[in-house]
């Protein structure tokens, strides 16, 4: 019987992945991975099979039950399978749904973290997401919920922050800037739209909780968060750091 790895790429430049989960890809007989990993990220998998598994957001949960048994299947063959999931796979990443189905196969398994989208974003925009005097609670949410699942209480999280990151939330936008503000967000709080966070392609737009509609429509297709919350006044669309371009050369020198 083999482990299987769940672990986090980090957001999409390659050398945000911890030395960790590279020494783990390295030794993967077989890599079930989402749709955004970076190819390099991919390729310290060398002796891997590689196997595209992901998802649309709201997608059927079929699709889950499927990627689960892949996994556990694997883990009967295979000595090291890796499940390689964009950020953090304990965030907004059905990673539970694995875990609970490697567990009732009595298989081990191993998270290791990756930087999430939230971490990045505020990378990319030159912000402490908990700056002291303004901040000191921060929410991840997503207002997206799939089929049959109960709605959540986003926007009264969203409310009570100081600051609040909202994962998949774009295609939201005008259903977003509408809840808070009929809830009792102020129109002008400032918000940060970042998409393709560490990315070559990246984009960082920036206005306020009533541009959030204006905003989202001039963002492109990217996997974005919205940012929200005073700390975000200080926020500037900093010039892209430039990624690593050979990461193996790098983990040779670490
Ligand atoms: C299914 S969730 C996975 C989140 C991931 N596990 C994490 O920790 O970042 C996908 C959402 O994460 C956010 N996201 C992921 N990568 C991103 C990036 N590079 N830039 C901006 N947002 C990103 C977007 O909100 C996207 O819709």
């Given amino acids: 019987m083999g482990k299987v790895y769940l672990v986090g790429a980090g957001p999409g430049a390659p050398d945000l992945l911890t030395l960790r989960a590279a020494e783990i890809l390295k030794r993967a007989d077989i890599v079930f991975h989402d ?65 609970d189905a490697l567990r009732a196969a009595g298989i081990d398994f191993e998270i290791v973290p990756g930087v999430t989208a939230a971490t990045a974003a505020s990378a990319e925009l030159g912000v402490s997401l908990t700056r002291r005097g303004f901040a000191r609670h921060v929410v991840f949410v997503t207002p997206r919920a799939a089929k049959g699942e109960p709605e959540n209480d986003w926007a009264t999280s969203v409310l009570a922050a100081d600051t609040a990151v909202i994962y998949m939330g774009a295609g939201l936008a ?28 990246r984009r960082v737009l920036l206005g306020t909780l009533a541009d959030l509609p204006e905003l989202a429509r001039r963002a492109g297709s990217g996997p974005t968060v919205v940012l929200l919350g005073a700390v975000l006044k200080a926020a500037i669309a900093k010039p892209a750091a430039v990624a690593v371009e050979d990461i193996e050369a790098l983990l040779r020198q670490a």
């Avoid at 709201?58 to 063959?77: C, E, M, P, W």
């Fill in 35 to 99: 749709a955004l990993v970076h190819p390099q990220t991919l390729d310290l998998a060398a002796r891997a099979d590689k196997i595209a598994v992901g998802k649309r957001s709201g997608s059927h949960s079929t699709a889950q039950k499927f990627i689960n048994k892949r996994l556990v299947d694997a883990a009967r063959d295979h000595r090291v399978v890796v499940r390689l999931k964009g950020g953090d796979p304990t965030l907004f990443g059905r990673a539970q749904e694995e875990i």
């Fill in 174 to 201: 005008d259903a977003i800037s509408a809840e808070l503000i009929r809830s009792g967000k102020p129109k002008d709080t400032p918000l940060a739209l970042v998409e393709s966070a560490t990315f070559f392609e």
